[in-house]
Antibody, heavy 127, light 106 residues
Framework: QITLEESGPSLVKPTQTLTLTCTFSGFSLNSRGVGVGWIRQPPGKALEWLSVIFWDDEKRYSPSLKTRLTITKDTSKNQVVLTMTNMDPMDTATYFC???????????????????WGQGTLVTVSS | SYELIQPPSVSVSPGQTASITCSGDNLGDKFTYWYQQKPGQSPVLVIYQDSRRPSGIPERFSGSNSGNTATLTITGPQAMDDADYFCQAWDSDAVVFGGGTKLTVL
């Protein structure tokens, strides 16, 4: 059974850097084709994709946020860490991490769905 | 940047058929994925690779994708299907989500 859990601060101040950790079980990020993604959702609004990291340490970022995001993995701890710099009240949202299943053939870095998702963690940006 | 457009809301009576569309340039050339999200819960995958159902998803959920439009169809929706639905695709190595559709089962 695959599970993921997000952790991090519930409150950050404007201009600060947010660091979120996704701790997962039931799969390995060493397995070919596997990925872990981050997605956020402002209250009452749509899902917004942020980033994904793959088994081979390839990374992809949202074009609109790429200058503020860094994603890393620690396979020994089964963790993926996302940092977002220069936080703004508009970044207030629930942040989810999710498993991207292993792909077979094709472009594994531009393919696939997210399943399952963690329960999400609400981050509020306020002074 | 690539956009996926969904209707904000769809209403349907039990016993009818609900169709939720997702539109994007040449979307039919890409795989589309669909998620269901109920209030206070995380999204759940209901359709992958345009039309495939994950284990545990009822047969009343189906999907199609052609031209510029992908469609999630719920045949004989039940009250438990009352939720938000989001489509997702990849474009130029980036994930894109639609704006979401609130399905109301009357």
């Amino acid at each position: 059974q695959i599970t993921l859990e997000e952790s991090g601060p519930s409150l950050v101040k404007p201009t600060q850097t947010l660091t979120l950790t996704c701790t997962f079980s039931g799969f390995s990020l060493n397995s070919r084709g596997v990925g872990v993604g981050w997605i956020r959702q402002p209250p009452g609004k749509a899902l917004e994709w942020l980033s994904v990291i793959f088994w081979d340490d390839e990374k992809r970022y949202s074009p609109s946020l790429k200058t503020r995001l860094t994603i890393t993995k620690d396979t020994s701890k089964n963790q993926v860490v996302l940092t977002m710099t220069n936080m703004d009240p508009m970044d207030t949202a629930t942040y989810f991490c999710a498993h991207r299943p292993s792909c077979v053939g094709g472009n594994c870095h531009s393919w696939g769905w997210f399943d399952p998702w963690g329960q999400g963690t609400l981050v509020t940006v306020s002074s | 940047s690539y956009e996926l457009i969904q209707p904000p809301s769809v209403s349907v009576s039990p016993g009818q058929t609900a169709s939720i569309t997702c539109s994007g340039d040449n979307l039919g050339d890409k795989f589309t994925y669909w998620y269901q999200q109920k209030p206070g819960q995380s999204p759940v995958l209901v359709i992958y690779q345009d039309s495939r159902r994950p284990s545990g998803i009822p047969e009343r959920f189906s999907g199609s994708n052609s031209g510029n439009t992908a469609t999630l169809t719920i045949t004989g929706p039940q009250a438990m299907d009352d939720a938000d639905y989001f489509c997702q695709a990849w474009d130029s190595d980036a994930v894109v989500f639609g704006g979401g559709t609130k399905l109301t089962v009357l």
